[in-house]
Nanobody, 124 residues
Framework: QVQLVESGGGLVQPGGSLRLSCAAS????????MGWYRQAPGKQRELVAT???????NYADSVKGRFTVSRDNAKNTVYLQMNSLKPEDTAVYYC??????????????????WGQGTQVTVSS
């Protein structure tokens, strides 16, 4: 009973910016980490950026210096600020959360949950 909802995708020109957001809701006890993955047509899903509840971040080499991941733990929300966008950034971006589910008075082992994805298209 966990839901991740992404927003902020769209069409932008090369060099432009977008900010993605993802809010997790449901029977959540705690969130260990949240992040973003992307999948372009004909390619496998790949990591873009992750952030732990303590603030440690990890980025793909291709987005370092251009993308910034952040979070608001009180709102169970993760953001991805994307600057200097390139056509090769075009993909469906998926929100991911590594969290602990709470149900029936029990905390379950950490597990991964995924959002539906939001399309980002970079084109002139």
């Amino acid at each position: 009973q966990v839901q991740l909802v992404e927003s902020g995708g769209g069409l932008v020109q090369p060099g432009g910016s977008l900010r993605l957001s993802c809010a997790a809701s449901g029977s959540i006890f705690s969130i260990n980490a949240m992040g973003w993955y992307r999948q372009a047509p004909g390619k496998q899903r790949e990591l873009v950026a992750t952030i732990t509840s303590g603030g440690s971040t990890n980025y793909a080499d291709s987005v370092k210096g251009r993308f910034t991941v952040s979070r608001d733990n009180a709102k169970n929300t993760v953001y991805l600020q994307m600057n200097s966008l390139k056509p090769e950034d075009t993909a469906v971006y998926y929100c991911n959360a590594d969290l602990v589910l709470y149900s029936g008075g029990y905390n379950y082992p950490p597990d991964d949950y995924w959002g539906q994805g939001t399309q980002v298209t970079v084109s002139s």
